[in-house]
C-alpha cells in the first residue's frame, strides 16, 4: 500500500473509529480460531479495537481440544453430552485455553505499536446455567444451557476498562458446574448484553449468493434461505450462523462472520465501507432518513468538494439549517455518508443536492447508496402530492437516466422554476413520472 493508498484508507477508516467507540462487541473465538497461526494477530487487533474505546466481551470455545482430550465423548445433533468423570477434563483443557489467551494479552505485545499498553483481562463466573435435561431420549447429564449472566458484574468491568472473557461453563445456584456451546453462549451473553455487535470468527470468509458472488450484508431471514441452499456449509459454521440469527432477532445491532484465517480480516470488517466478511442486521427501517439540525455539519462535508468541482450549486450553512426539514441523509454503520433535498414545486417536486460522501464514491458503494435515497425522495415526493420528479444537472445526466429519468427541455419545468432557470449554468433537465 503506498503512502496515499494508506491515507485514504486512514480517512475512510475516521468516522467508524469514532462510530465503534463506547460501543460493546461480543467476540466468539472458537477453539478452531485458538489452534490457528493468525491468533496472535487476531488478539493484537482486538487489543487495538480495546485501544480505541471498543468495550471488549470474548467468549472462547474448544471444541477441537475437547475432541482431542475426549475420544470416548457421545455426541447427540453436534451437542456433546458431558458425564460426570469429564467434568475434570474439561476444566482442565478451557482452564489452559483462557491462559493462553490471558497470556497473549499480557503487557507488552511484543513487535507491535502496543507493547507499551497495559491491557486488563478479567475472567470469571459471570455466567449461571441450569441442564439441557433429555432431548430425544438422550440425557444430556452435565451439558447446560445459560440461565443468567451477571450483566451488572460484566459492565462494572467493562466501565473499568478490562476486556472480559468468558469461558464456555455455567454454575448452578448449588455449584454444580455446566458444559455450554460456546457459540450459543456467545449469543446469549450479547443478547442479555444489548451489545452492539457479535462477531464469530470460523474458517468461512463469508457467505455467497448464487452467483459465486460475496453477500455483505443479509436478515435473519435471508440467512435462513441461504443456509438452506447451501449443503456445503459444515455443521460447525451452519451452528455458528444459526446462532448470530438468534442475536440479532433477540436485539443485538448487528451480527458479523470473519475469517480467523485472513490476517486483518477484522479491521477490514469494521473499518472499511466493504468489508469482508457478511454482517447480519434486521431491515425494520431503511438506510436513508429525514435529515436533523444536528446533520448538518455532515451534509456541508459530504456537499462542499461537490460545490468545489462545480457540480453542485453553493449552499451556505444558514440556508441548509434553514432547509434542513427538505433534506434527507443516507445512513452506513450509523455515518452519513449521503444526503439529497426534495422541494416542492406546484404540482411537481425538485430533487436536489443529490450527494454521496467521496470515500464512498471511490470504493464503489456510491451507486448504492445514491439508488435508495432516490426511492426515499420519489417517496417524500408523492407525499408532497407531486405528480413526476425532475431535477438539474451538469454532470449527472448518465445516472438520472440509469435510474428512470428522461431528458426534457427547459419548457418543461413548472413556470416558477423556469423564472429562476440560470442559462449560463445550462443544467440539463432530466424529469421522471411517479405514478
Known sequence: M???????????????????????????????????LNITNIVHDLALLHVLGVRLVLVHGGRPQLDNALTDSVMHNQRRVTRAQDMNIINGVYGQLCSQ???????????????????????????????????????????????????????????????????????????????????????????????????????LSHLLNANGERESTVTPTSLQILIGNDQDISHTTRARLDTMIQAVRGGVKKAHIISFKEDGGLLQELFTAEGVGTQVLEESTGPVRAAKREDV??????????????????RSRDRLEQEIEHFLVAELDGIVVGCCAIYPVEDEAELACVAVHEHYRRRGSGVAIGANLLRAAEDKARNYGAMSLFALTTQAQDWFIDQGFATADVSALPNSKQSLYNWQRGSKVVAKSLH
Open 101 to 203: 489467551l490471558e497470556g497473549l494479552f499480557s503487557t507488552g505485545l511484543p513487535n507491535t505499536p502496543l507493547h507499551n499498553v497495559e491491557i486488563s483481562v478479567v475472567a470469571g463466573n459471570f455466567v449461571t446455567a441450569r441442564p439441557i435435561g433429555v432431548l430425544d431420549g438422550v440425557d444430556h447429564l452435565f451439558t447446560g444451557r445459560m440461565r443468567n449472566v451477571d450483566t451488572q458484574k460484566v459492565t462494572t468491568f467493562l466501565d473499568a476498562e478490562s476486556i472480559v472473557l468468558i469461558s464456555p461453563m455455567g454454575y448452578s445456584p448449588s455449584g454444580q458446574a455446566f458444559n455450554l456451546a460456546a457459540e450459543e453462549l456467545a449469543a446469549d451473553v450479547s443478547v442479555a448484553l444489548q451489545a452492539d455487535k457479535l462477531i464469530m470468527l470460523d474458517e
Open 2 to 36: 503506498n503512502t496515499n493508498e494508506y491515507s485514504q484508507w486512514f480517512r475512510g477508516s475516521t468516522p467508524y473509529i469514532s462510530a465503534h467507540r463506547g460501543k460493546t462487541f461480543v467476540v466468539f473465538i472458537g477453539g478452531d480460531s485458538l489452534e490457528h
Open 297 to 314: 455539519s455532515d451534509i456541508v462535508e459530504i456537499i462542499r468538494p461537490l460545490e468545489e468541482a462545480g457540480i453542485l450549486v453553493r
